[in-house]
């Protein structure tokens, strides 16, 4: 099973990006990631545009340019600013996990808890932070073109490769092919919750949707998912 040194992690927040400069240079880099942020969710990555960007983050397009170069390098930056140091306390859980294993076999729980826990801590810790990012997410996920595909691909490779493969080792029964589909299911549940879609039907007495997460706590529904994602994991599948 690949160990976290061996995989190339892409995790850095620094990692592939231009050069930034300290005091003003700094605090246009950022009020143009919040503004990307902003103008990806709204518009997507198709129908974003620098200009867009730069107008709303009260900056240059020769600014942006120099900060990121390219309107996918933007994007890229956009999602590592919050990806990455998600990414790296899901390797660091995992880490943890198996070298408490010593060898032996993750329960299927613990695999799945160690990759969406970090993900409910960010938004307790900083709701507001996390909203615009996570629709980003969800229009990302949506609305793939091959740009946002290899951004993907380049941000979450390694976490793939790693859960996995401790899937595998906990489902020795599964083809490959099982738990990479099984596993991208899971992401698929991660990001309806995230995304803030997951609400209740409304009845014939009621007036609107409500999100369930105003009714359960962060707890509950990770549970919930948990149970949810290791079920379907261990089904038969009938071919």
Same mark, same amino acid.
């Given at each position: 099973?690949p160990?976290?040194?061996d995989?190339p992690?892409?995790?850095?927040?620094?990692?592939?990006?231009?050069?930034?400069?300290?005091?003003?240079?700094?605090?246009?880099?950022?009020?143009?990631?919040?503004?990307?942020?902003r103008?990806?969710?709204?518009?997507?990555?198709?129908?974003a545009?620098?200009?867009?960007?730069?107008?709303?983050a009260? #900056?240059?397009?020769? #600014?942006a340019?120099?900060?990121?170069?390219?309107?996918?390098a933007?994007?890229?930056?956009?999602?590592?600013?919050?990806?990455?140091?998600?990414?790296?306390?899901r390797?660091?859980?995992?880490?943890?996990?198996e070298?408490?294993?010593?060898?032996?076999?993750?329960?299927?729980?613990?695999?799945i808890?160690?990759?969406?826990?970090?993900v409910?801590?960010?938004?307790?810790?900083?709701a507001?932070?996390?909203?615009?990012?996570?629709?980003?997410?969800?229009?990302i996920?949506?609305?793939?073109?091959?740009v946002?595909?290899?951004?993907?691909?380049?941000?979450f490779g390694?976490?793939v490769?790693?859960?996995?493969?401790?899937?595998?080792?906990?489902?020795?029964?599964?083809?490959?092919?099982?738990?990479?589909?099984?596993?991208?299911?899971?992401?698929g549940?991660?990001?309806?919750?995230i995304?803030?879609h997951?609400?209740t039907?409304p009845g014939p007495?009621?007036?609107?949707?409500?999100?369930?997460?105003s009714?359960l706590?962060?707890?509950?529904v990770?549970?919930?998912m948990?149970?949810?994602?290791?079920?379907?994991?261990?089904?038969?599948?009938?071919?």
């Open positions: 099973m160990k976290r040194a995989v992690l892409a995790l850095s927040r620094s990692a592939g990006l231009a050069p930034t400069e300290g005091g003003r240079g700094a605090e246009t880099r950022e009020r143009l990631l919040d503004a990307a942020e103008i990806f969710a709204e518009r997507g990555f198709e129908g545009s620098m200009r867009a960007v730069t107008q709303a009260g #900056a240059s397009v020769s #600014a340019n120099y900060h990121f170069g390219s309107k996918a933007l994007l890229r930056a956009t999602l590592l600013r919050r990806v990455g140091p998600l990414n790296e306390r390797l660091e859980r995992l880490d943890a996990l070298e408490n294993a010593s060898g032996r076999p993750l329960e299927l729980e613990t695999i808890d160690a990759f969406l826990r970090p409910f801590e960010e938004h307790a810790a900083s507001d932070a996390t909203a615009r990012f996570r629709q980003v997410a969800a229009r996920y949506s609305d793939p073109p091959d946002v595909a290899a951004i993907k691909k380049e941000l390694p976490i490769v790693r859960f996995v493969g401790a899937l595998s080792a906990a489902l020795p029964e599964k083809s490959r092919e099982e738990i990479e589909l099984g596993f991208q299911l899971t992401v549940v991660m990001v309806h919750v995304s803030g997951l609400v039907v007495e009621d007036d609107a949707c409500e999100c369930w997460t009714r706590s962060n707890e509950s990770l549970q919930q948990i149970a949810y994602v290791v079920a379907g994991l261990r089904a038969e599948v009938k071919s």
